[in-house]
Each structure stands twice: as structure tokens, then as C-alpha cells.
């Protein structure tokens, strides 16, 4: 009795027919004709009755084809699962029980297989990722609270867990924006001409990051020096920029910087 081959085709698991006939000690004429009923119609295969039902063909059996060694095209069917439960249902006796068990075992030895495949393919991804964010969070110099939302969005995308990450609890003091900080302190110059004279402290930079039209696109980064007087949250609106939010606390030390420094 043969080995059962069972291959992927079209994203389903699939055995030949002709290897079908070969374990169950039939011609591979007298499968077609299970499969496909008599030429005179008098007998309705299995295909021609799912058919009539309103059943996915497709989903039990594939008409496909090889060519013999005259170098001749031949017919033959490729088996799904469902399909080779359906044969099996036919056969009776000793050679009928193996066949259902041998094609039980390769299927699921080949559905751990494609399972193990996929699960490692998804971990090697998902260190990626991580790695990606690794880098991004140092490039952006981004604050905590935004590090640990780019990891959970991560691990939610390969589906692993995210009970093991910590829980980060901002201080009581809230990091606002410039223009915020600068209509609270009664601050007349504008917040374009602020971040001018903050990236001349070199508080701040200006960063790039590929545009989806082309080209680039410009956003602002608080400098590790920067980062004493606030720190750089993801841009709500794109999560490849940072926004630098300021302390508060900090603003009259900073406010003093670029109002009188220099």
C-alpha cells in the first residue's frame, strides 16, 4: 500500500486521485466514475450531485489533469479533505479502514506542519517588528507612554498576548503642547517663531520621514538636551512623527531660554 502524498494547492490540502485508486486496490477508471457518475447519465457521480445542491465543488474535489507517459493529457481529480471523507463513506473492509486512516494521519501531519510553518514565520515577524520598534523609539526619542503603545500595537498585530508588558502610569503632571503653554504664560510670539529659536538652542530638531505622495515630510523632535523641558509623544495623526509636549513645570526656565538667552 503507497504512501498517500498530500500537497497544498490553492490553499487547501489536497491528495490525487490516481494515488486515491492505488490504496484502496481500485483502476483510476472506476474513481472518475465515483466521482464524475456514468457517461449515459444513468449514474450521478458525487461532483454532478454536490453540484445539484448547491454545494462548493471545489471544496471536496478539483478537476485537474496530468500527462501519462505516452505524453498524453488525462483527467484526474485532486481531494480535499471533505472529499476523501465522502470516497471513504464508499469502501467497505479492510482496505477502505486504512485508507481512512492513512489519509486522516497525512492530513493532519501536514496541517502541523503548515501550523508550525505559520507560527514560526510569525515569530520571526514579530521580532521584527520589535526590533523596528526598538529603532524607532530611539530615532524619535519618544516618551513611555508612547514606546509601550508602539509595542502593544505590535504584539496585537501577531496576536501575542500583552499581559507580561508593564502597565505606565504618567506622573501627575501633564506634558501640553507649545501653543498651549504659550496662550497660558501670555506669551505674544508665536509658536513658529518659539520652535525657530528652540531649534537655534538646539532644543529641537527637524526630522524627516518619507512622504506617502513622495518626497519628504518635516516634523519637530525635542533633542535629548531638549527632552530636560518635555519629551516626544507619537503624533496622534501619524505615528511616524513625534509631537514634543512641554512640562509645565519647566516652562519659566524654558520661557527664559528663548525669550532672553543669546
Known amino acids: 500500500m503507497n504512501q498517500l502524498k498530500v500537497v497544498t494547492f490553492n490553499g487547501q490540502l489536497v491528495t490525487d486521485s490516481r494515488d486515491v485508486a492505488e490504496m484502496v486496490g481500485k483502476q483510476h477508471w472506476e474513481i472518475l ?37 505516452k505524453g498524453e493529457v488525462r483527467p484526474c481529480y485532486l481531494l480535499t479533505r471533505k472529499g476523501c471523507d465522502m470516497v471513504a463513506n464508499k469502501m467497505t473492509g479492510e482496505k477502505g479502514v486504512l485508507f481512512t486512516a492513512t489519509y486522516v494521519t497525512r492530513f493532519g501531519e501536514m496541517e502541523q506542519v503548515l501550523n ?30 508612547s514606546k509601550l503603545r508602539m509595542l502593544e500595537e505590535a504584539h496585537k498585530k501577531h496576536g ?11 506622573g501627575e503632571e501633564l506634558k501640553v503642547s507649545l501653543t498651549q503653554l504659550l496662550k497660558e504664560h501670555d506669551v505674544k510670539m508665536g509658536a513658529a517663531k518659539v520652535n525657530t529659536r528652540l531649534i537655534e538652542l538646539g532644543l529641537l530638531e527637524i526630522k524627516e520621514r518619507p512622504s506617502s505622495k513622495g518626497g519628504t515630510k518635516e516634523f519637530k523632535s525635542l533633542t535629548e538636551e531638549g527632552r ?21 513645570s519647566m516652562f519659566n526656565e524654558l520661557l527664559e531660554l528663548f525669550m532672553f538667552a543669546g
Open 33 to 69: 466514475r465515483m466521482l464524475e457518475g456514468t457517461k449515459d447519465g444513468k449514474t450521478k457521480g458525487f461532483v454532478q450531485t454536490l453540484y445539484d445542491n448547491n454545494f462548493v465543488v471545489v471544496d471536496f474535489f478539483i478537476k485537474h489533469s496530468y500527462t501519462d507517459d
Open 160 to 170: 501575542v498576548p500583552t499581559n507580561h508588558l508593564p502597565t505606565y502610569i504618567e
Open 116 to 145: 508550525h510553518s505559520t507560527s514560526n514565520n510569525n515569530a520571526v515577524e514579530f521580532e521584527k517588528q520589535l526590533i523596528g520598534v526598538k529603532y524607532a523609539t530611539e530615532i524619535l526619542r519618544v516618551d513611555e507612554p
Open 228 to 248: 530636560k523641558y518635555g519629551d516626544n509623544a507619537i503624533n496622534p495623526h501619524n505615528p511616524k512623527e513625534t509631537q514634543p509636549l512641554y512640562y509645565p
